[in-house]
């Protein structure tokens, strides 16, 4: 087999694959705009012959999905704020000051990543119960995933810093700088790109993030649109097209920041932010 057809044939199985996988997102775009008799048609319409508009302005105002969606932006912002100040610095220290038991240490606290929210959201919610912290509810959740993505933050920006040379610091300091100004003028600005993706990595998950929300925030006016779009469930839930509007205007922004940072993403992955 010539390589030719053989990188044909490797792109023909990417685009398969590719469409297995953005076929969900598919369907739930266009069950949005169909009407009920469309939805449960037999066989299905992969194409709807009269585009129905209305159930986007009715879930927005009935569901109120602006409080929703700005729950959700407060709490992905803070969780990523939150980590990226913290997880910088510790990142920086565990690359420069490198040895055997820093290595164990940050495997074994990854292990921690294995374990799903499920288990630890009940000793989470016993510990901040008794300290008074659900009395905030958005700042507990902050606080849950910051600490269950800060050691997925930290190895990976830890493996930036890696790849910035310690001779341009070196350099710094013989010039006059302290280490600390070598770190904020020559080191962060060298590793921001993987910085970037590894912030829009842990913003991507906390915006979606449904567990910790849904059983630490009570009151539905601090819960993400996560929790909202829960809200439809029932044992006999039959507004689809409802569901599928609120589910389309939960995930279009986090797509759209994507493709619009996709270069940057591209380049963080390239420096070296996921090795």
Known sequence: MSETVRNRLMLAIALLLAAIYLFPLYWMYITTVKNGSAMF??????????????????????????????????????????????????????????????????????MLQVLPASLMITP????????????????????????????????????????????????????????????????????????????????????GEFVYSKSIIQAAEYQPASVGLNSFMGPNTNEWNNIMAFATMYVTPILAVFVLLQRRIVSGLTSGALK
């Open 41 to 110: 048609a037999t066989p299905p319409s992969f194409w709807p012959s009269d585009p129905q508009w209305a159930a986007f302005p009715y879930v927005w105002e009935s569901r109120n999905l602006a409080r929703y969606m700005w729950n959700s932006l407060v709490i992905a912002f803070g969780a990523v704020a939150l980590i990226t100040v913290l997880g910088t610095g510790c990142a920086y220290v565990l690359a420069r000051y490198r040895n055997g038991w820093v290595d164990v240490g940050l495997f074994l606290i990854l």
């Open 124 to 207: 989470i919610f016993v510990g901040f119960s008794q300290i008074g912290l659900l009395e905030t509810p958005r700042l507990a959740v902050i606080i849950a995933i910051a600490a269950k993505s800060m050691p997925f933050f930290v190895v990976l920006v830890r493996a930036t810093f890696m790849s910035v040379p310690m001779e341009l610091e070196e350099a710094a300091l013989v010039d006059g700088n302290s280490r600390v100004g070598a770190f904020f003028n020559i080191v962060l600005p060298l590793a921001r790109n993987g910085i970037l993706v590894s912030a829009i990595l842990i913003f991507m998950q906390a915006f």
